[in-house]
Every structure is written in C-alpha cells, then in structure tokens.
C-alpha cells in the first residue's frame, strides 16, 4: 500500500520537530550555558518519546497509530512548556524546587562538583526573544506542530 502525501508529511513533522526542538534545547544548554531545570527536563522527556515512536512508524504498522501517539508526545511537551512559561510569568506557582546542575570538571572531586553546581531557577527565564522565553517557544512550536501534524492524519483517514 501506497503511503498518502498527507500521512508521509505527517510522519517526516512527528521526527523533525521533537528531535529539532531537542537539538535547539542541548545547543542552548552546551553551547551557551543554558542549563535546564527540573521543568525544562520535563519537557524534554515527551520528546525523547515522541521521537522514538516517530520512528517506529517508519517500519511498524499502522503508521498512523505511531505517528498520533508521536504527536501525543510533542502535544504533551507543548502543554508542559505551557504551564513552564506561565510559572516564569509568575501566572501561577510552580510545582517543583530549584534544580542544581553538577559540572564535573577535571581533577574535581564529585563532591566538589555537587557543592559548586549554579543553582537553576524554573521560575526565571535565562533567555527570551521578543518577552517569549524558551518554554513559550516550546509551546507555541510543539503544539502547533501537534495540532498540525493530526490535522494530517485525519486528512489522511478521509483519504
């Protein structure tokens, strides 16, 4: 069986955007020391999933059902990004504590790592562009993207 334009489209987006996103989120993090906080990881963890199914739906039928559990995925990221930006508005409380981030440098005891690890705040943004800090980004991009990417698949399914 032939795979329709709609559901290739949809299964090329449930890749490219989580492992995108996720490439942006370790460049930030090791190229220019934006080091994430428990909030952060927790965005981070549906997209780790998301990609993983988006490419078991390139060798696992039914694709479809794959590539929806994939945009769940990016979807649940964009809506933990949602509440993220929100605590970083100071809209509501956040949920977690701050998250202290150990870099073990050469010749360094662990302990000594632990003890001088920068504190990560989740209720600062490190960095925004245009008042939108990176959580915001990451709901306004996976989520779109999701809805986008089901939008597909059920175009796909009338097909």
């Known amino acids: 069986m032939i795979d329709s334009p709609h559901l290739r489209l949809a299964q090329r987006l449930a890749l490219a955007v989580p492992a995108l996103l996720l490439a942006g989120a370790y460049i930030s993090q090791f190229g220019f020391g934006l080091y994430p906080c428990e909030m952060c990881w927790w965005q981070r963890y549906p997209h780790f999933a998301a990609v993983g199914l988006a490419l078991i739906s390139f060798f696992v039928a039914p694709k479809r059902l794959w590539v929806a559990l994939a945009a769940g995925g990016i979807l649940t990221s ?50 925004t562009l245009v008042g939108i800090s990176l959580a915001g980004f990451n709901f306004l991009i996976s989520t779109g993207a999701a809805l986008f990417i089901l939008s597909l698949l059920r175009k796909d399914a009338k097909a």
């Not at 993220?84 to 949920?95: F, I, K, R, S, T």
């Not at 632990?114 to 960095?127: F, H, T």
């Open 78 to 127: 964009g809506l933990i990004g949602f509440f993220h930006a929100g605590v970083e508005y100071d809209l509501w409380e956040g949920v977690t504590s701050c998250a202290a981030v150990p870099q073990l440098e050469e010749g360094q005891s662990a302990l000594d790592a632990i003890m001088n690890a920068p504190v990560v705040r989740c209720d600062e943004a490190p960095w």
